[in-house]
């Protein structure tokens, strides 16, 4: 069988797809995999934060096009830029392990976050994250950026955009090997990550049940329940891009599942955060919501 995969076409994009290409063809040497690029209305438009433009639907609208129409067997993207809800008939496949989940910072001389001078400059297309490190630091400025990773890096060293440092996801800087020009790891209870940052979400047709069986093969456990925990939080939050929402999940030694969440307004003067345990993800990500008011 051969099986087109849909993707953007950015570096990170590319990378993540090639590794859901090469894992598949290895583990099903019957089949062949092509990489199909599709560009999307996000990818056009770089000069707005995404808050101001529209929802993460921006970023996958045609490539779900693509996968209803058959034009496409599957589609590749970054979980944490997926929307809360996805059109009829398409669903995700299990999750695959995850990736470093944290955020970081690639600074251009400082050290760390607690060295930058006060009034340094960080530039981050995240609300989530200019609010969750203002609330640490009220002497530093955050401005909009949007781009790939490339180009993120690029503006932090011209000098015409006077920034001090850039935020980013560890797992986008390590699939793309360049891992080593991060300055400073964010603990993840500190600066809580987007929910399920650091999973691939592979999205196919609801009906395509030998697809799934073969994506699914190649799940892991652990992985696939913090998803959904945070995936459930992240809908009941509303799914959108226009309010500051974190969910981290890790899984206990007794297989029990612990969320940090998140969520607040759009000027980040009230940013409210609770913990969950529990045992049943969808159950975690609903009590997560209720306690914050959100169901």
């Known amino acids: 069988m051969h099986y087109k995969i849909g993707t953007r076409g950015s570096k990170l994009a590319l990378a993540q797809s090639e590794y859901v290409r090469k894992r598949l063809e290895e583990s099903f040497p019957e089949d062949t995999f092509e990489l199909v690029i599709i560009s999307t209305t996000g990818d056009k438009i770089t000069d707005r934060p995404l808050a101001a433009i529209g929802s993460k639907g921006l970023f ?42 944290r955020d970081v910072l690639v600074l251009k001389s400082s050290d760390s976050f ?76 500190m600066v809580i990550p987007a929910p399920a940052q650091g999973v691939l979400a592979i999205e196919v047709l609801e009906e395509d049940k030998e697809l799934l069986e073969k994506i699914n093969s190649l799940s892991d456990y652990n992985s696939d329940r913090e998803a959904k925990a945070e995936r459930t939080f992240l809908m009941a939050a509303g799914g959108g ?50 306690m914050l008011g959100l169901e």
């Open 60 to 101: 996958v609208r045609e490539i779900e096009e693509e996968l209803l129409s058959g034009e496409i067997n599957m589609a590749v993207h970054s979980m944490k830029d997926m929307p809360g809800e996805m059109p009829a008939g398409l669903t995700f496949a299990k999750a695959w392990k995850r990736e470093d989940c």
């Open 241 to 290: 891009c226009h309010m500051p929402v974190g969910a981290y999940c890790t899984t206990k030694d007794n297989g029990d599942l612990h969320m940090t969440a998140l969520y607040g307004n759009e000027d980040c003067t009230r940013l409210l955060r609770i913990e969950v345990t529990g045992t049943e993800p969808e159950a975690v990500g609903h009590e997560a919501a209720r």
């Open 114 to 189: 607690e060295a930058l001078p006060a009034g340094a400059i960080l530039g981050t297309g995240s609300l989530r994250r200019a609010c969750q490190l203002a609330m640490i630091r009220q002497d530093i400025q955050f401005t909009a950026i949007r781009g790939n990773v490339d180009t993120r890096i690029n503006k932090l060293h011209d000098e015409e955009q006077r920034l001090d440092g850039i935020v980013l996801a560890a797992a986008g800087m390590k699939r793309l090997g360049r891992e080593n020009e991060i300055t400073q790891y964010l603990d993840p209870e």
